[in-house]
């Protein structure tokens, strides 16, 4: 949803401006992969494809994501299944390539698209989605976007995950990284729902196999599951398929093994104005949101139905935007009254409302087309466990008001967030942030090359004075709570922009970091999956 305004922003402004019990457990517990083999022995559905630079497809291939990286591979593997993924890893490991693997090319960083990476592996021809009857779970192949998921769930059960809102990103990393989006505070991260991964790693002999991992207790590979559960996507090897199944669902009825989306969602956009707006009323709409995430942070509370992003802007792009749903329910209304009247309190300008009943499944593929790969990006990233300090609003009001940087499109936007994600113990999952009531995302788009160091210093001071307390960064504490490895920053590495001390997988992974270090030295013992924001061999 907040990618959808997001884009938005970027082209209306900076274009203008530039199993029940142990039995039911065995009877789940996934089987090994079949080396060959598509999924129940179909035959792959094309490929493997080897695409060299010159190649015609070669130029679509290498500049799928952020347009600040452009790849230059010796080739790209185009696969479709995952035997495909373990000859080419193998063929890699062999050549002594440096791999690095595509599922949506949605990466804010050059982790894909890096000088240094000699093969890269797209999972676009990995899209399947459908039920697997012996694990009574549901399989979603790497490759498929966001969007598929969530049709082929629906259509077919009933169900759905709670993951983001943009419907073109790839389920390979957005999952690795936790996942988050609309139903999150009603049912959790989608690493929550996890069940099982497959995963094509390299071993000590530089071999590459297929493992598959559960959270079952007993299975011996339990831990390279939990890895994926928010330790990031690129780290202990190449996922290919995962496997879903809610905590607790038992029985053999599919369409009661995930959650059900609700039937309808009233769909929101509010704008309160600039103009008018002084230093006062925009601390004073940043202060209330913040309030109202923390007076709303209960799991099961009727207002986890209410999912909202507000979207803080630069002076020139004209409006701060609030956007977000009410998922089903006949007092939708009466739940977006109070939090708009919430927000609104003191602001001093009146803001323009528009709201649309949507049925849920059309509702969250809204934002297909154009997805922002256009442009020129940087985006930081932070948790809250309560609202701005006073001191960050000032900052924030300082680097959206600035006179001397006319850029529309750069932002502060602040997610609510808690509810039945906090309801997880942080050791659960490999996403150690689980007492946050918002997230927060930086973002700044521009097109031109020669404007790069412009905007990447807007944005990094931006950032360093929001944390000015802390070194510059979200250290955990009070207040703040880290950061979202989904949203990678090269910059929380660099002892320039990082002066806190605080080591930047501390941020990202808090106390988990050390059990990712195991997880990733027995897995990728060689480092053959490595970016630069990758955990280290322990």
């Known amino acids: 949803m907040i990618e959808h305004r997001r884009r938005d922003l970027l082209r209306a402004t900076a274009i203008t401006a530039v199993a029940a019990g142990t039995a039911a ?9 079949v080396a060959g083999r598509a999924v129940d022995g179909c035959p792959a559905p094309f490929g493997p494809v080897a695409v060299g630079p010159d190649d015609p497809r070669y130029p ?58 000699q093969m890269i592996i797209d999972l676009s021809g990995m899209t399947g989605v459908h039920y697997d009857p012996l694990r009574a779970a549901f399989v979603v192949e790497a490759g498929a976007t966001l969007g598929e998921v969530y049709r082929r769930l ?45 995963v094509v790693t390299v071993d000590r002999t530089g071999t590459a196999r297929t493992v598959v991992a559960s959270r079952e207790p007993d299975d011996p590979n339990r831990e390279l599951w939990w890895a994926h559960t928010g330790g990031g996507g690129g780290n202990f090897g190449i996922v290919t ?60 509370a009727p207002s986890a139905r209410l999912y909202a992003e507000l979207l803080l802007s630069r002076r020139p792009a004209g409006n701060h935007t609030l956007v977000g749903q009410v998922a089903g329910g006949a007092d939708g209304t009466r739940l977006l009254d109070e939090h708009i009247a919430a927000l609104g309190a003191g602001v001093g300008v009146a803001p323009v409302r ?28 932070g948790y809250l466990r309560r609202g701005l300090t006073d001191r960050q609003i000032a900052a924030a009001y300082h680097h959206l008001t600035r006179t001397d940087y006319a850029n529309p499109a750069g932002s502060l936007s ?46 990094r001071e931006f950032y360093r004075d929001m944390y000015a307390d802390t070194g510059g960064v979200p250290v955990s504490g009070d207040v703040n709570d880290g950061s979202y490895i989904n949203y990678p920053d090269v910059d929380l590495a660099d002892p320039a922009w990082n002066t806190s001390g605080v080591p930047w997988y501390s941020l990202y992974y808090g106390a988990n970091y050390p059990r990712l270090r195991r997880v990733k030295a ?9 970016h630069g924001l990758s955990v280290q061999p322990g």
């Open 25 to 33: 457990h065995q009877l789940h517990r996934p089987a090994p992969a």
């Open 60 to 117: 679509d291939l290498v500049r799928r994501g952020n347009r600040r990286f452009v790849g230059t591979p010796d080739q790209v593997r185009v696969v479709g299944s995952t035997e495909q993924v373990r000859a080419a890893v193998q063929a890699g490991v062999r050549a002594g390539q440096r791999i690095a693997v595509r599922s949506g090319g949605h990466c804010f960083e050059d982790f894909v698209d890096n000088p240094q990476v």
């Open 154 to 198: 629906y259509l077919g059960w009933g169900v759905t995950l709670p993951g983001g809102s943009c419907p073109g990103v790839g389920a390979g990393g957005h999952v690795a990284g936790g996942g988050y989006g609309p139903l999150s505070r009603l049912h959790g991260l989608v690493v929550d729902h996890l069940y099982a991964v497959e």
């Open 241 to 300: 398929r995962y496997w879903f199944r809610s905590p607790g669902a038992t029985g053999d009825d599919p369409s009661r093994l995930l959650p059900r989306p609700p039937a309808s969602v009233l769909t929101f956009t509010v704008q309160w104005p600039w103009q008018g707006m002084d230093e006062r009323g925009f601390a004073r709409l940043a202060r209330n949101f913040g309030d109202w995430c923390t007076r709303h942070r209960a799991a099961g």
């Open 354 to 381: 528009t709201q649309e009943v949507l049925p849920w499944l059309t509702s969250a593929l809204r934002g297909n087309g154009d997805d922002g790969k256009q442009w020129r990006l940087k985006t930081k990233a």
């Open 414 to 459: 602040l997610n609510t967030y808690g509810g039945q994600i906090n309801a997880v113990p942080s050791a659960a999952t490999a996403t150690v942030q689980r007492d946050s009531v918002i997230k927060l995302f930086y973002l700044v788009g521009w097109a031109d090359p020669a404007e790069d160091a412009r905007h990447l210093g807007w944005i």
């Open 522 to 530: 027995r897995w990728d013992p060689r480092n053959v999956f490595r």
